[in-house]
């Protein structure tokens, strides 16, 4: 169905504010310093929030928006990080909690992971598509999955726009390379390239001896779903 001129101006409205929003930055030590994916996800946004010493509030609906965030993962980050006593909260009388961290003590959690392997001290924050993480946020599509789909897409060489098919060129992804990148274990690793598969999103393949692993992924099957995505709204 052809969409009306007026529903094609602003469907083009949100596609290019979609482009254009800033990416979400994954720094793989904060997972290390706290031994949680989901921890180091969470802090790599609030970090970027959250001056050093200020106090701001948190709410479900903005962290849903914003990283993808359930209510029942924000509870139990914010249960872990309170214990581990990194993340702090205030009340007010009737007013929303307020949030810090104690930036002292990550910072020697994230001292205390020297030992860590090269791959890892010499990671560079993941960059993750925003629009990539609500279009699978919709579809119940994992954070841990998202995070290695946002790994793959920032190993990959990006072709100019004319020269691009439905799918991008193979890369390598041995399993200890994407540990050091994302803290991911070989079984996160599995289970998210499963599901990233069973949606049509990655292809995975294993050849030669010893076996090495390598990806691509469907930039048909993302830019179709963010599609859907946009129309909807």
């Known amino acids: 169905m052809m969409l009306a001129i007026q529903d094609q101006d602003t469907f083009a409205q949100k596609a290019l504010a979609a482009l254009w929003d800033t990416p979400i930055t994954y720094i793989v030590q904060y997972a290390e310093a706290t031994d949680s994916v989901m921890n180091g996800y969470f802090l790599s946004y609030f970090t970027e929030k959250c001056m050093p010493g200020e106090w701001i509030p948190l709410q479900e609906e903005q962290l849903k928006r914003d990283i993808g965030l359930t209510a029942k993962q924000w509870r139990m980050i914010r249960n872990d990080l309170s214990n581990l006593q990194i993340l702090k909260s205030k009340r007010m ?8 961290l ?16 090269a791959v890892a001290m010499a990671a560079k924050p993941i960059s993750i598509n925003r629009l990539h993480v609500r279009t699978l946020g919709e579809l119940k599509v994992s954070i841990k999955s998202i995070i290695l789909l946002g790994i793959i897409q920032s190993l990959t060489v990006q072709n100019d726009l004319a020269a691009r098919a439905d799918w991008s060129d193979w890369i390598v992804l041995p399993e200890t390379m994407v540990n050091g990148l994302s803290y991911l274990t070989r079984h996160e690793q599995d289970t998210a390239l499963n599901e990233l598969k069973s949606l049509g999103i990655v292809d995975i393949r294993v050849s030669g001896m010893p076996a090495t692993r390598a990806a691509r992924y469907s930039l048909k099957a993302l830019a179709e779903l963010s599609y859907a995505l946009l129309q909807g709204e």
């Open 93 to 100: 009388g009737a007013a929303p909690s307020l949030y810090t």
């Open 102 to 117: 104690d930036d002292e003590l990550l910072e020697a959690k994230m001292r205390a992971g020297s030992s860590l392997s």
